[in-house]
């Protein structure tokens, strides 16, 4: 096995497979022409994405000693759930139309109603109807993670891991809903905020998961790797998913341009922004942000102001630094050479995508 399997076609494949299996194996108890609607916007949002979380928790496995038994890729593959789960109630909170270049799962639910002519709200069938879709794949991530077929000592020692990393996405995603609420934020609340949310659940858990399945017991190394390496790699990566939220292409993005700005996030880069900008750069800020109606010169404008006060080069310095330390932080570790190498490719992949 070659190095570059780290991002090939053949891990994407493998996962892609489980996760398949997996689903059609739920289709006896999600049967019934009324449930279709929610197994095939299960598979369509479970059809897409790099499968970065996946493969942190492979080459954990794979660097702590792990072999080729293929219940690994079953146990990774369940993580695309759990992303899958938090995607679409992200979506139904953030009232975003579109993910990965489609409807978002709210939206179509809602325009399942609208065509079909029934009674009652079409937007709120829509956001309940998305919630339980949600709600579903987080029971089935679990499930999944738990008939993996990996050894029963291996998932006993990850399993506090695995609870943990759901109860900090929950946490994350109310934390940012706080943040919104506010209206206000400094850059150590939004970095609380993207750690929860997003850093630790996209790669230091999965990181840490891969490890302890295949170790079967802390080891001191193991939480150092996972904060040094995985902590650092998972900020960089929430910092580069704030920049593309306003600076990114749609056609790479799959979302309107400057899509985060409409719905207000108050993420690092805004933090960043709003701690440098003048007071008529400040204010011009909160009055655009948040305007579910902003346009594309408001856009252009926020963007400008992002730049002028230097928050995007300063996120932009602060991706590469956090990469160099996490990227060193490999060169000691007790971990296999080929897992060494596949966590430098995947930090960079996760740190550099556009989309």
Same mark, same amino acid.
């Given at each position: %096995?070659?190095?570059?399997f780290?991002?090939?076609d053949a ?7 489980r996760l398949?299996?997996?689903v059609d ?5 999600v049967?019934?022409?009324? /449930?279709?609607?929610?197994m ?5 949002? /479970?059809a ?5 979380r996946?493969?942190?928790c492979?080459?954990?496995w794979?660097g #702590?000693? !792990?072999?080729?038994? =293929?219940?690994i890729?079953?146990? #990774?593959?369940s ?7 938090a995607?679409?109630?992200?979506d $139904? ?6 993910? +990965?270049?489609m409807p978002?799962?709210? +939206?179509?639910?809602?325009a %399942?109603?609208?065509?079909s002519?029934?009674r009652g709200?079409?937007? *709120?069938?829509?956001?309940? &109807? #998305? ?5 579903l794949? /987080?029971?089935w991530?679990?499930?999944?993670? +738990?008939t993996?077929g ?12 695995h609870?943990l990393?759901?109860t900090?996405?929950m946490?994350?995603q ?9 209206g206000?934020?400094t ?6 905020v993207a750690?929860?949310k997003s850093?630790?659940?996209?790669v230091?858990? =999965? ?8 170790a079967?017991?802390?080891e =001191?190394?193991i939480? +150092?790797?996972c904060v *040094?390496?995985? *902590?650092?790699v998972?900020? #960089?990566?929430q ?8 600076f990114g ?6 979302? =309107? ?5 409409r719905?207000?996030?108050r ?6 922004t ?6 008529a *750069? ?22 400008e102001i992002i730049e002028d006060? !230097? &928050?995007?080069?300063a996120?932009?310095?602060?991706i590469?630094?956090y990469?160099d330390?996490?990227?060193n ?12 190498e596949?966590?430098?490719?995947l930090? $960079?992949?996760a740190?550099?995508r556009?989309s």
């Amino acid at each position: %096995m070659t190095t570059s399997f780290a991002q090939s076609d053949a891990l994407r494949s493998e996962v892609d497979h489980r996760l398949r299996t997996f689903v059609d194996g739920q289709r006896p108890l999600v049967s019934g022409p009324e /449930l279709i609607p929610l197994m095939t916007t299960a598979e369509d949002f /479970l059809a897409g994405g790099k499968r970065l979380r996946p493969a942190f928790c492979y080459w954990g496995w794979r660097g #702590a000693g !792990g072999d080729d038994d =293929p219940a690994i890729f079953t146990a #990774a593959a369940s993580l695309e759930l759990l992303q899958a789960s938090a995607l679409i109630h992200d979506d $139904v909170m953030d009232a975003s139309d579109l993910r +990965r270049g489609m409807p978002s799962a709210h +939206r179509r639910f809602q325009a %399942m109603h609208e065509e079909s002519g029934w009674r009652g709200s079409a937007a *709120q069938f829509g956001e309940g &109807a #998305a919630v339980l879709l949600g709600s579903l794949l /987080l029971v089935w991530s679990g499930e999944m993670w +738990r008939t993996s077929g990996l050894p029963a000592e291996s998932l006993a020692a990850a399993e506090h891991v695995h609870d943990l990393m759901r109860t900090e996405l929950m946490c994350g995603q109310y934390l940012d809903l706080l943040e919104q609420a506010h209206g206000e934020n400094t850059f150590e609340s939004a970095l609380r905020v993207a750690l929860h949310k997003s850093g630790k659940y996209s790669v230091e858990q =999965p990181l840490r998961l891969g490890l302890l399945l295949a170790a079967r017991r802390e080891e =001191p190394w193991i939480d +150092r790797l996972c904060v *040094q390496y995985g *902590q650092k790699v998972g900020i #960089a990566f929430q910092l580069r998913d704030d920049v593309l939220g306003v600076f990114g292409d749609p056609a790479e993005t799959g979302k =309107p341009a400057g899509d985060d700005l409409r719905e207000g996030k108050r993420t690092m880069l805004i933090a960043r922004t709003l701690s440098a900008a003048s007071d008529a *750069q400040a204010a011009e800020v909160r009055r655009l942000l948040g305007d579910p109606g902003l346009d594309a010169g408001g856009v252009v404008r926020l963007r400008e102001i992002i730049e002028d006060t !230097g &928050a995007l080069m300063a996120s932009e310095e602060m991706i590469k630094r956090y990469l160099d330390d996490a990227l060193n932080s490999l060169e000691h570790a007790p971990i296999t050479a080929e897992a060494r190498e596949a966590l430098v490719e995947l930090a $960079v992949a996760a740190t550099s995508r556009r989309s």
